[in-house]
């Protein structure tokens, strides 16, 4: 019995759909229509559009554009699916031989945003 190259566990190293990266609250995001990620707290309410134009590469069925840094006319739309919080963080600092000792925690707000659309040009890609 053999396999297919296609069967198995998808690494990912071998996507051939649509996709973009951008840059978002100071990190660099991988987008892809109809899928949500979370970005740090944006400041729009839940159902709201949000349009991100600091696009650093689109790879469509055309080729890859890569930006210098980023791609002119490009921009991805978000609609903003919901406010949440990330998982709790424990910081935990201790002073040997001190006897100092601090715990706190942290839980980081969130944005979970649905990609709408990436677009070049004012052309869907997707």
Do not use: C
């Amino acid at each position: 019995m053999s396999e297919s190259p296609s069967s198995g566990s998808d690494t990912g190293t071998n996507f051939t759909g649509t996709y973009a990266i951008v840059e978002a609250s100071g990190q660099q995001f991988w987008l892809q229509p109809n899928r949500y990620v979370d970005l740090d707290r944006l400041a729009a309410a839940e159902g709201d559009t949000v349009t991100l134009e600091n696009v650093l590469l689109v790879k469509d069925a055309k080729g890859t554009t890569l930006g210098q840094p980023y791609v002119q006319d490009a921009t991805v739309e978000l609609k903003v699916m919901a406010h949440r919080r990330g998982a709790k963080i424990i910081v935990y600092k201790m002073r040997p031989k001190k006897k100092t000792r601090r715990k706190n925690g942290h839980r980081q707000e969130l944005t979970r945003v649905m990609v709408q659309s990436i677009s070049v040009g004012g052309k869907a890609v997707a």
